[in-house]
């Protein structure tokens, strides 16, 4: 393996013990030392790396978000071109068991008491969510032009992203609550009425 390699897995390494250390610690607790020892490295190396601890935390928020990303766009791109299946796609695989999962919920109420502290971390929350509105403004012009409707995008961007992100809260914090087809099923019907069917009075 190459010095290059082997810096890229320390630092992947890095990145996953903040994770774990964030969701099983909470911000208040998660420490340098810690997170080196999960990894398997000294704290100098951390420092080497990211240059400071609060650089790891945010490279951490970009690898949780990415991970996130790429299971959405996986589902959406098996779903095909037709723009009913890939908005389905996208409701079904928001409540996954990989996406609705109680440690990432752990490790993104850290990144989000960061985001209130940290100007670096502000600036990629800001990045990425903008980042999922846009995808989800997508989708439904897609849908709309799909079913002959007009509608706002960015509006529908923002009441879908709340809806499901409030799902997601509440089915990991309490997955008796609701299952997540239910959540998926629920989040379908807004959609259905924001976008309507053509002729129907909007």
Known sequence: ????????????????????????????????????????VSPGLLRHHFGGFNNLLNEAYRYATARVDAALDTAIAAAGEEPQA?????????????????????AWLGFWGLVRSDAAAAGVHAETYAAYR????????????ARGTTIDSRQGALGLSAMLD???????????????????MTARA????????????R
Request: glycine fraction near 6%; charge should be negative; charged fraction near 25%.
């Open 1 to 40: 393996m190459s010095e290059r390699q082997e810096q890229s897995v320390r630092r992947r390494a890095l990145i996953e013990a903040a994770l774990e250390s964030l969701a099983e610690k909470g911000l208040g607790a998660v420490s340098v030392r810690d997170v080196a020892a999960r990894a398997g």
């Open 86 to 106: 890939r908005m389905d796609a996208f409701l079904i695989a928001s409540f996954a068991p990989s996406i609705a999962d109680r440690d990432l919920l752990s």
């Open 134 to 145: 846009a995808r989800i403004a997508g989708l439904l012009e897609d849908l709309a032009r």
């Open 166 to 184: 409030g799902l997601w809260l509440e089915l990991c914090l309490d997955p008796s609550t609701f299952s997540a087809s239910e959540a998926a």
């Open 190 to 201: 807004w959609v259905d009425r924001f976008v309507g069917t053509k002729g129907q009075a």
